[in-house]
């Protein structure tokens, strides 16, 4: 897929820089920038900064991150840190989904207006696959760059909010583990006075027997005792 896409890019499409390495190359967003203009799928290019510099990167993403969702190819701040980062297969990935969704585009959509460039490709109408809600847009693209702001300018402190939220996922399982158990003992320390009252019941149930029948044999035999005397006397 790599030498396909390269040779896409390098000589059918033919950007300002020779793509050799992916990861480096597209870090930054510029060529991908530059890529959906050809295409006339993103505007304002004019406001792409090609420098490897963090404010670069987080200026063009943010101004990518539209463009890319209006071609219906799922994107958001993971995605393009993941990609600002090198991450290997990232950017490849959406650049497949990117010449994928081009490749749908060409074959309903009429040919810009706007003149092609000498030896360049023939722009298509600026005809997003998905259409959305303005309000709805506006609210992703600003959480889109505070995410990305957070996960350049502080990737440390995202870090430690991941671990952080680990050992707290961790202390509420222990609690709950302790609080289970703790149910579970309680529980059978109540099953045992219960087995144990139960006994004590059972055991005076017996003795009560015993001395009922006691008391029965002894009454009984005391009127066997009283018959036989008074036979005697007769």
């Known amino acids: 897929m790599s030498d396909l896409l390269k040779q896409w890019l390098n000589e059918e499409i033919g950007l300002s820089e020779n793509v050799v ?3 480096q190359d597209f870090a930054n967003g510029y060529l991908l920038g530059e ?9 304002q290019f004019e406001n792409f900064i090609n420098k490897p510099t963090a404010d670069a990167k987080i200026s063009n993403w943010c101004l990518l991150e539209p463009s890319v969702r209006q071609m219906n190819i799922k994107f958001d701040s993971k995605s393009a840190y993941s990609i600002m980062c090198q991450q290997k297969g990232s950017i490849t990935k959406l650049l497949y989904q ?3 969704a081009i490749g749908k585009l060409e074959k309903v959509a009429p040919i810009s ?6 030896g360049q490709k023939q722009p298509l109408c600026n ?3 998905k259409t959305g809600r303005a309000q709805f847009d506006e609210e992703n693209s600003r959480y889109f760059e505070k995410s990305v702001k957070m996960l350049v300018e502080n990737p440390n402190d995202v870090m430690l909010a991941k671990n952080q939220a680990k ?3 961790e202390k509420e399982r222990q609690d709950s583990l302790a609080a289970t158990q703790q149910a579970d003992e309680e529980a059978y320390m109540q099953m ?6 139960m006994q004590r019941l059972y055991q005076t149930q017996r003795e009560h027997d015993f001395l009922q029948e006691w008391q029965s044999k002894g009454r009984r035999n005391g009127r066997s005792t009283s018959r036989s005397a008074r036979s005697a006397s007769l």
């Open 21 to 23: 390495d992916f990861e």
């Open 35 to 43: 890529l959906l203009y050809r295409f006339n799928q993103q505007a």
């Open 98 to 100: 990117i010449k994928m």
């Open 113 to 118: 207006l706007r003149p092609a460039q000498k």
């Open 127 to 129: 005809m997003p696959v």
């Open 167 to 169: 050992f707290v996922g």
């Open 192 to 197: 045992r006075k219960d087995d144990l009252r």
